[in-house]
């Protein structure tokens, strides 16, 4: 997967890609990412990339031309390898990071990740960006939540990480993919480690056991009951009962009408 960011803020974006799981995968070749600064598109002397907002108030608008410049320039850069079945290659898939987007969920990443391996992510700073950027070169806008940030650079990483965990081979643990995908939808239940012991507090007595098959039986349980305490709505929706266990089936019931 590659992915190209446009940012006033470039060296926001370091350590991010060079630590952990991402820097693992972009080392291994297993995703790209290149990061633009948006001011190498303007062309005045000042590298500005904002301006006044027609109709007063306060702040400044990030102006249309350098981003036009900018997405057309790297939207068309390099393009994916051909993929051998004769089709031309797609156009990058142009995203805004931006608080009036669809919000992410591990839906949308699933979905970008499948539909896309050509992303350009943009991320806007200041009161907000000249409209008439997402009417040219916007193909969707996407917010990571509903709270105020200053920018789009941290919901590009967000992104950039959930996105990463998707790519075949970068998560490396198999029992992990397969765990996640089996309790979809579900919190996770809780986790112990050494000392066995922790001011008074002990560990649950069957993961201590050896007895792997009651071990199972017991994080799914925790599973469900912690979704059931910390997120209920999760458990609103039809489709994610239907891919429960038969005992966490029976464990919800009994949740239901104690
Ligand atoms: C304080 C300015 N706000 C006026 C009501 C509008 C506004 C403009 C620009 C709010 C935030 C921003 C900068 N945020 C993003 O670019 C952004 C964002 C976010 O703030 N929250 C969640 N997801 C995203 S994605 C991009």
Redesign the pocket.
Same mark, same amino acid.
């Given at each position: 997967m590659r992915v190209q960011v446009l940012t006033i803020f470039p060296e926001l974006f370091g350590p991010f890609l060079r630590t952990s799981l991402v820097g693992r995968a972009v080392e291994q070749g297993l995703l790209s990412v290149e990061v633009h600064d948006l001011r190498s598109f303007s062309e005045d002397r000042h590298r500005s990339v904002d301006d006044e907002p027609y109709g007063g108030g306060g702040?400044m608008v990030m102006t249309a031309p350098v981003w036009v410049r900018a997405v057309r320039a790297v939207a068309s850069s390099a393009p994916t390898a051909p993929t051998g079945d004769g089709e031309p290659p797609k156009r990058p898939w142009r995203v $805004?990071?931006?608080?009036q /987007?669809r919000r $992410?969920d591990d839906a949308v990443v699933r979905q970008l990740a499948d539909e896309h391996d050509d992303l350009v992510l943009l991320? /806007?700073?200041?009161? /907000?960006i000249d409209e008439r950027v997402r009417e040219l070169v916007v193909d969707e806008?996407?917010?990571? /939540?509903?709270?105020? $940030?200053?920018?789009?650079? $941290?919901?590009?990483m967000v992104l950039i990480e959930a996105l990463s965990r998707q790519v075949p081979g970068v998560v490396g643990l198999p029992k992990s993919v397969r765990e996640d995908s089996f309790r979809r939808g579900l919190l996770d239940h809780p986790h112990y480690t050494r000392p066995p012991e922790v001011e008074g507090l002990a560990v649950p007595e069957v993961l201590l056991s050896g007895d792997h098959a009651a071990i199972e039986r017991w994080r799914e349980r925790q599973a469900l009951r912690a979704t059931w305490k910390k997120r209920p709505d999760l458990l609103d929706d039809p489709a994610r009962i239907e891919e429960l266990s038969p005992e966490q089936r029976r464990e919800l019931e009994r949740l239901r009408r104690p």
């Open positions: 702040g $805004l990071m931006s608080p /987007g $992410l991320c /806007g700073r200041y009161e /907000g806008e996407i917010s990571i /939540g509903d709270y105020v $940030l200053s920018g789009g650079e $941290l919901p590009a």
